[in-house]
Antibody
Framework: EVQLVESGGGLVQPGGSLRLSCAASGFTFSSYSMNWVRQAPGKGLEWVSYISSSSSTIYYADSVKGRFTISRDNAKNSLYLQMNSLRDDDTAVYYC????????????WGQGTLVTVSS | DIQMTQSPSSLSASVRDRVTITCRASQSISNYLNWYQQKPGKAPKLLIYAASSLQSGVPSRFSGSGSGTDFTLTISSLQPEDFATYYCQQSYSTPHSFGQGTKLEIK
């Protein structure tokens, strides 16, 4: 059974940093591209970042480019999101999700971790 | 960037009703269109991918159609567990944008 478990969320002040992790199990993590998707409280879904299986290809949404860094450790079956220069509008539940039949189809999701940016 | 627009934003329906949700892309996306279901406090769940392919384990009362810019999600006979928010999403190009969501409520 595919399992994705996010961790690392919490309360951080504007301008601060946080590192999210996503622990994967139940599938061959090293063969799958991965994504981060977020959802602000009471709002819709927003794709944040993509990383290919070998880390050779990475994409970001314009809203986080230059501030967030996606990475992975295939030996540890883990995905990461380093978030710097956090702003109030980064407050959201952050989900990790596997890529499905094509890049950008999110077929399995974690339960999410809440990041709150507030002073 | 491709904009995705869903209609309606909310919908009231009864058990056993047939329901259709529409999604329009701001440019052609071929069949690179996915549908997700999200219940309160839960992660989204993939229902339909490639516009009309049913994800494994999803009941056959869910179906999708369309190509180019106009797409629909149809639930043939609503069940109590189907009341949720539905999102369309394009996987044609980055950023992989979502529609604003359609909240399906019990009448």
């Amino acid at each position: 059974e595919v399992q994705l478990v996010e961790s690392g969320g919490g309360l951080v002040q504007p301008g601060g940093s946080l590192r999210l992790s996503c622990a994967a199990s139940g599938f061959t993590f090293s063969s799958y591209s991965m994504n981060w998707v977020r959802q602000a409280p009471g709002k819709g879904l927003e794709w944040v970042s993509y990383i290919s299986s070998s880390s050779s290809t990475i994409y970001y949404a314009d809203s986080v480019k230059g501030r967030f860094t996606i990475s992975r450790d295939n030996a540890k079956n883990s995905l990461y999101l380093q978030m710097n220069s956090l702003r109030d509008d980064d407050t959201a539940v952050y989900y990790c999700a596997t890529d499905g039949w094509n890049m950008g189809t999110f077929d399995y999701w974690g339960q999410g971790t809440l990041v709150t940016v507030s002073s | 960037d491709i904009q995705m627009t869903q209609s309606p934003s909310s919908l009231s329906a009864s058990v056993r009703d047939r329901v259709t949700i529409t999604c329009r892309a701001s440019q052609s996306i071929s069949n690179y269109l996915n549908w997700y279901q999200q219940k309160p406090g839960k992660a989204p769940k993939l229902l339909i991918y490639a516009a009309s392919s049913l994800q494994s384990g999803v009941p056959s009362r869910f179906s999708g159609s369309g190509s180019g810019t106009d797409f629909t999600l149809t639930i043939s006979s609503l069940q109590p567990e189907d009341f949720a928010t539905y999102y369309c999403q394009q996987s044609y190009s980055t950023p992989h944008s979502f529609g604003q969501g359609t909240k399906l409520e019990i009448k």
